[in-house]
Every structure is written in structure tokens, then in C-alpha cells.
């Protein structure tokens, strides 16, 4: 099975900031990896898909980038809205495994 | 407006079954491969099982192999996880997710609907 690391698995940051998460996989996936969002109580919603295809009607503020083994996602000046958990999950093979998630708190 | 609404989550004692239910709406479901995850209690997400576009080829995690079955009705445009031999780390929300054309990510997700298994 492929496994997902991301770091880190919590981020304090404030309104404005710039903040990476990075996703680093067990073996090469290509670019076969997808980035969500979660916020409390709601079920995921799909931000990047292809490691760096913006999901339509998502804000250009997120970025997605990477292939093989490190991904990161970036959100450039965070908005009080962006304050949830992100995932990701690779798509290359079964089991579809996701990362353990990195939760991101206002500072 | 494309909709995936889950439901026959329960509380169920250790060694029950369940069926879960997700009733698609506002797309063609016949057209998707389609996807369960289990989203354990105040934790992250796990995938659970995924089925074709007819039903002919399905996948579990091995944690659940030969105790659920994922099924679908293109007809009736609902898809199915049958539940046996249930354990409490079966415990979680199960949410019904749909492939986008071409494989690249989960593209909608129902609301989920809570499964507890407990004695």
C-alpha cells in the first residue's frame, strides 16, 4: 500500500499568511494525487486534483504542485474561510489511501 | 445540481449488519465509478471500497474484505454498502463519493451517515 505523510499535522497561521503543506508518498505516484478541504461537521470538498488542476469555483489563492513522491499545497494569503482541515490522497493505485490530514487553526 | 445523500447509518451491537444507502441524483450514475470512505470519530479519512461503472469490478480495503459488499442499481441511480460481521472500529461516518471522469480525485461527496457499532 502507498502511504501518505503530510506535514505538518497542525498549522497556526493568521489572515494574510502564505502556508505550505507538503504530502510526500511511500513510492512514485506520477501526479495522481487530489488536495481537500473539511471543515467541521461537512463532508470533503475537492480543491486540486492532478497534483495542480485548480477545482472549479476554488479561489486562485490555492496552488497545487508536484509529481512522484512530494506534493505540496500553498494557500497565499489566508482567508478566514480557509481555517479547516486538508487532505490528500493519491489516486495511482488501490487501496486509495488519503494522509492523516493537517489541521489548520487561526493564530 | 449533481447530490449524493447517504443513509441506514445506526447504532448496531458487535456482529450486526447494516445497509448503507446512497441515493445519487442530478447525474447519470450508471457513468461514475463511485467510492465509499469511513471518516473514524474526530479523526481522518479511510477508504473503504470502490465499484465500476456496471458493478463488475470492486475493491475493499483489507480491513473490511469479505465482510462488506459494495453494490449499485444504476437503474434505481443508488449505490450500496452492505455491512456484516460488524466491529466497533467499523465505527465512523460513511460518506458515498463520486469519480470524476477520468480517475483524478473524488469529485463530490455526500453529508455521510453515522454508523456506531457498540455493545
Known amino acids: 500500500d502507498i502511504q501518505l505523510t503530510q506535514s505538518p499535522s497542525f498549522l497556526s497561521a493568521s489572515v494574510g499568511d502564505r502556508v505550505t503543506i507538503t504530502c510526500r508518498a511511500s513510492?512514485?505516484?506520477?501526479?495522481?494525487l487530489a488536495w481537500y478541504q473539511q471543515k467541521p461537521g461537512k463532508a470533503p470538498q475537492v480543491l486540486i486534483y492532478?497534483?495542480?488542476i485548480l477545482q472549479s469555483g476554488v479561489p486562485s489563492r490555492f496552488t497545487g504542485s508536484g509529481s512522484g513522491t512530494e506534493f505540496t499545497l500553498t494557500i497565499y494569503s489566508l482567508q478566514p474561510e480557509d481555517f479547516a482541515t486538508y487532505y490528500c490522497?493519491?489516486?495511482?493505485?488501490?487501496?486509495?489511501?488519503f494522509g492523516q490530514g493537517t489541521r489548520l487553526d487561526i493564530k | 445540481e449533481v447530490q449524493l445523500v447517504e443513509s441506514g447509518g445506526d447504532l448496531v451491537q458487535p456482529g450486526g449488519s447494516l445497509r448503507l444507502s446512497c441515493a445519487a441524483s442530478?447525474?447519470?450514475?450508471?457513468?461514475?465509478?463511485m467510492h465509499w470512505v469511513r471518516q473514524d470519530p474526530g479523526k481522518g479519512l479511510v477508504w473503504v471500497s470502490h465499484?465500476?461503472?456496471?458493478?463488475?469490478?470492486?475493491r475493499y480495503a483489507d480491513s473490511v474484505q469479505g465482510r462488506f459488499t459494495i453494490s449499485r442499481d444504476n437503474a434505481e441511480n443508488t449505490l450500496f454498502l452492505e455491512m456484516n460481521r460488524l466491529r466497533v472500529e467499523d465505527t465512523g461516518v460513511y460518506y458515498c463519493?463520486?469519480?470524476?471522469?477520468?480517475?483524478?480525485?473524488?469529485?463530490?461527496w455526500g453529508q455521510g451517515t453515522l454508523v456506531t457499532v457498540s455493545s
Open positions: 463519493a463520486r469519480v470524476r471522469y477520468g480517475g483524478y480525485d473524488f469529485d463530490y
Open positions: 442530478g447525474f447519470t450514475l450508471s457513468r461514475h465509478w
Open positions: 465499484i465500476n461503472f456496471d458493478g463488475s469490478t470492486t
Open positions: 513510492q512514485g505516484i506520477s501526479s495522481s
Open positions: 492532478a497534483a495542480s
Open positions: 490522497q493519491q489516486l495511482n493505485s488501490y487501496p486509495r489511501t
